[in-house]
């Protein structure tokens, strides 16, 4: 039989794993693999936030002051509804003419079974 190596006592955690070196795992070998195909792929585009997009429709055809306005008239019609208790509705937008019309419509809860 052949002699075993001695293991060294009283070493800190640096001198133990000084010559060691850790083996990559599948999941990292797999990662490395998918990133060139990363780099091919098309670009997505920038993202913006559903304020951002509100914001840019809204001021290009309204003032400041009229989507204020609007905003506190949305916010009357919800807070009576909920005076009224309706509180599952959705509102509906049509036009009339040069006039543009909001109505609310109670959606009806379906009971799954």
Excluded: C
């Amino acid at each position: 039989m052949g002699k075993t190596p001695k293991i060294p006592r009283n070493l800190s955690d640096k001198d133990m794993f000084k010559d060691w070196k850790e083996e990559p795992t599948i999941e990292e070998t797999m990662l490395k693999s998918a990133e060139p195909q990363k780099a091919l792929a098309r670009p997505q585009a920038r993202r913006t936030n559903a304020s951002e997009q509100r914001e840019g429709a809204y001021s290009t055809y309204l003032s400041q002051d009229a989507i204020d306005t609007m905003e506190k008239l949305l916010l009357e019609i919800k807070l009576d509804l909920f005076r009224q208790g309706v509180s599952d509705y959705r509102i509906n937008v049509r036009r009339d003419g040069n006039t543009i019309l909001l109505e609310h419509q109670t959606v009806e809860k379906t009971i799954k079974k």
